[in-house]
């Protein structure tokens, strides 16, 4: 193997996994942000982040704008015990 061989490998191997960095890290971000702003269903939103892997990141945009969206005040009180 030649010097260009082992680098286009390298430039490959890092390519690969930037990638799956980057994947792993948009399936994450809609829990981690519901997670930090207190969100009621911030276990549901961080598992809607996971499934959308599967839907090719489809459903991606309604789960982030899911992790923004606060309960209404008049909801919030009626779950109170």
């Known amino acids: 193997m030649s010097?260009?061989?082992?680098?286009a490998w390298v430039v490959l191997i890092v390519l690969v996994l930037s990638t799956v960095f980057v994947i792993v890290?948009?399936?994450m971000l809609?829990?981690?942000i519901a997670k930090r702003r207190n969100?009621?269903?911030?276990e549901a939103?961080?598992?809607?982040?996971?499934v959308t892997l599967f839907?090719?990141?489809v459903f991606w945009p309604l789960v982030?704008?899911?992790?923004?969206?606060?309960?209404p005040?008049?909801?919030?009180?009626?779950?109170q015990p």
């Open 25 to 27: 890290f948009l399936a």
């Open 55 to 57: 839907f090719g990141f």
């Open 45 to 50: 939103v961080t598992v809607g982040g996971w």
């Open 64 to 71: 982030l704008i899911w992790a923004y969206v606060d309960v």
């Open 30 to 32: 809609p829990g981690m």
């Open 3 to 7: 010097m260009i061989d082992i680098f």
């Open 73 to 79: 005040a008049s909801a919030a009180k009626e779950r």
């Open 39 to 42: 969100h009621p269903w911030a």
